[in-house]
């Protein structure tokens, strides 16, 4: 049964139970997953090809290293762990040698694997290996038995090249029925209606929130008179290069619609706005959202407001990138992060309000009123975007990297970036599978996701610098077979964008890998990007899976992500011991920037920074609700519970504004906290506006970081340390 919140209360918390094809490396993965490890194909190279070896970063981790003694194009392994099915992925390429790490692999565990690599243009395959986890590494050469060459027809049809040449696609897609594109030319009505059954279908908290509905709205260049109501699931965008190329004279909105939410805003999830100009209707859009829903390169010709209609309990949220010429307004949302944007004024706070490189941001005054702002975003890099160039065809922009940004990126007319034509990207539908996809990343395509639900048997990967991931409408992928959804190498540039995994029911090492164990690169340059990326452990499934985010690599930015272990959902989704989780977020990789960190309920340390010279602009957390007593919910160091912000030990540079974390021990209110935020004591890491707050005094926590902060209050006031140290 729903329960009523305290004032300001989070909320998405009451539980309801209710109830996507290249050439040489293409064929050899199709064939290799057909007929097992890859035998000979052809006549034997002479001479020592190459030097392959097996080390242990860990003793569940075993690196293979395959060294060609010519540079080859791409190298691919293919492997099995015990008796376990075969895996085919392109190795990373790491100086002269290319690498792949197997985990996890307990020890005594065979693992069987053999390689297809380069050589001068043709492609050859090295004999079966074999090495055995926990005998301490072996080292190898040899030559290839066997040499392949020609084209292959796959899926997509058509003739793929090898590697790094993505095949010719469309610049006019089609994306497919769950992608509605509008043209003015369609009438108002007309269009109205579509949106209106659309929203009908996505709009009841109760059904919608965990089916498996996606869609996208996407506009042509133009004016429209028309308001769209953003359900479940549901990306809105304009596809003009700048934001008032698409003008809704009218409404781009979301409020608390149904008579079961009781004017409670707070299980409004997954759904975005992006890329128009709005005028709205009674002179102010309405934008009333929890997680997941982020607003960006927005032009609002007028106010915004952030909070329902009823003035009911909110959960917010996000701006990027954004214009509004009135007054944007927070009342009921219990926090905000608004990043790079112009604002006509700011009114509202509730326990954490961050602003970084927002023009016409409040003064910094935390905790009364609980507002911290930054004048610059240190590093940001506005989202990829469709849009349609002036001849009909469709691109992807790609906002250019900046530094001390202020302000929107398009505030002087036009985002500086480049664009990409959709002839390098391949789209991703219905009835694509983990092999297409990986067959398509292979070739060099970029990936365009269009809305659905992608089970994968294998893991997808992105291996090439500068590869393009985008997704309109809450692409869904969903691992069946315990392995990680998505793994990227340690390259340059690499943007996700627009992405939710969802875990399955057998426990996954991560949901999503940036860079290798051991990643040494330095990106300041061109790093990777992962924006408006969400992860979901149960809710629509009894998902599982050790860790949701694991960042190895350096530079990467992390903007804008909500990594949720579910406190609701189906029946039968979630508890402590059924949707199992330990970890949202761990980061090895140095010099690492989040802005807008939403990581809640995961069951041990939620966020585990472990990598120098990391910061961190806005983070919001609940603590897991279901720990069903103190002793199975304690640290390793014997305190009560984990910390849902932790730096490792040996870090000595970290810095923080603008932290949240919030208990409910609704299963057990005994249950304690002993600390929210645990740091080393290193002078160079500093936390700046952090709180801590027990919502109705269902539980607590003792201490705000380490040993400083008051106990939470039992009427749900926050305790604030202003600076630590």
Known sequence: MRRTFPPGRSGHRPRIHRRPVALLAAFVLALAGLLGLIGTIGSASAATDYTQSVSEPSSTQARLTFTPTTPATYVIVHYKVGSGGQLNVQMAAAGSSWTYTVSPIPAGTVLTYSFTYTKNGPQYDTPQFTYT???????????STGTSTGTTTGSTGGTTPPPGNCPTQSDTPNFGSNVHIFDPSMGNAAIQAQLDAQFNQMKDTNSAQ??????????????????DN???????????????????NGDVTVDAFNASDAGNATQNFWRSAENLAINPSSGTDRWAVAQAAPFRRIDVHGGLALYPASYGYASGGYIA???????????????????????????????????SGVNGAPGNTFPNPPETTLGTTPVS???????????????????????????????????????????????????????????????????????????????LNVTKADTVVLGIGYPTFVPDNGVTAMQVADVNGVRLKGLLFDAGTTNSPSLLTVGPSGSSASHATDPTTIQDVFFRIGGERAGKATNSLIVNSNNTIIDHIWAWRADHGLSGTVGWGTNT??????????????????????????????????RTIFFQNENPYDPPNQAAWKNPSGQNGYAAYKVG?????????????????????????YHAFEVPN??????????????????TISHVINDTGAVTASNTTPSNVVNFP
């Not at 870090?651 to 208990?663: D, I, K, P, Q, R």
């Open 210 to 227: 965990f089916s498996e509905n996606r869609v996208a709205d996407l506009y042509k260049p133009g004016t429209y008179n028309v308001t």
């Open 321 to 355: 990138d954004t214009k509004v010429s009135g007054q944007a307004a927070s009342v009921s949302q219990q926090q905000w992060y608004t990043r790079d944007s112009n604002l006509g004024s700011w009114a509202g706070g509730v326990w954490n309000m961050v602003f």
């Open 133 to 143: 986890q926990g005998s301490g590494g072996s080292t190898s050469t040899g030559t």
């Open 649 to 673: 030990t040996g870090v000595t540079t970290h810095e923080a504004w603008g932290l949240g974390s919030y208990c409910y021990f609704n299963v057990n209110p005994a249950v304690n906290n």
């Open 581 to 614: 989780a330990d970890t949202g977020l761990t980061v090895n990789g140095n010099n690492v920037l989040a802005t807008g960190l939403f990581v809640e309920h995961y069951q041990k340390y939620e966020v585990v920074w472990n990598g120098q010279g990391g």
């Open 381 to 459: 890099r506005d989202v990829p975007y469709l849009y349609l160039d002036g001849s009909g065809k469709y691109r992807v922009f790609l906002p250019s990297l900046r530094t001390n940004a202020s302000g929107p990126s398009w505030a002087s007319g036009s985002t500086p970036g480049s664009s990409l034509p959709m002839s390098q990207f391949y789209v991703v539908k219905a009835g694509d599978t983990a092999a297409t996809i990986n067959n398509a990343l292979a070739a060099g395509c970029n990936l365009f996701v269009t809305p659905g639900v992608y089970h994968l048997n294998q893991t």
């Open 682 to 699: 290193a002078s160079g890491v500093r936390f700046h506006s952090v709180l801590t707050v027990s919502l109705g005094g269902v539980g």
């Open 230 to 248: 953003v359900g479940f699931y549901t990306s809105v965008a304009g596809l003009g290069q700048n934001p008032d190329d698409v003008t809704i």
